[in-house]
């Protein structure tokens, strides 16, 4: 977890392979500003929102053929986000969020090839 705290501007068009919908503000960190994607893999469509200076990530998750939700995922304690896997058929997001007690929170997501997420409580040995 060394480093930056948050992917910048390039990393983000990379993961996602599009501008976010209201573009990028010149001259702003990323983190300040309201950020929202939308794209899909072959079942499903993702719409994520994102407020990092404020510590929020959301993600709604719908399947395309039923048009049923599949999930809607808010947080807003995350303290890191990192790009795990950057690649045209693997895409994957890990997010950190604040330590309570003894314990992190991980959310691991992947976008592609399918869709999964999975949260995790690690203990911090603090």
């Known amino acids: 977890m060394r480093g930056k705290r948050f992917p910048d501007q390039t990393d983000w068009l990379s993961f996602f392979e599009k501008m976010p919908d209201a573009g990028f503000e010149k001259e702003m960190p990323v983190e300040y500003q309201d950020l929202t994607f939308r794209f899909e893999n072959q079942e499903e469509r ?6 990092l200076a404020m510590k929020e990530f959301s993600l709604n998750v719908v399947r395309k053929k039923t048009e049923s939700v599949l999930g809607i995922y808010d947080f807003k304690t995350v303290q890191h986000v990192e790009i795990k896997k950057d690649r045209k058929e693997e895409k994957e997001l ?8 003894d314990f992190i929170t991980t959310i691991e997501i992947t976008f592609l090839p399918s869709f999964c997420l999975m949260v995790k409580e690690h203990f911090s040995g603090e």
Do not use: G, K, P, R
Not at 46 to 51: A, C, E, G, K
Not at 94 to 101: G, K, P, R
């Open 94 to 101: 890990l997010l950190i969020l604040e330590h309570h007690d």
């Open 46 to 51: 993702f719409v994520v929102n994102m407020s």
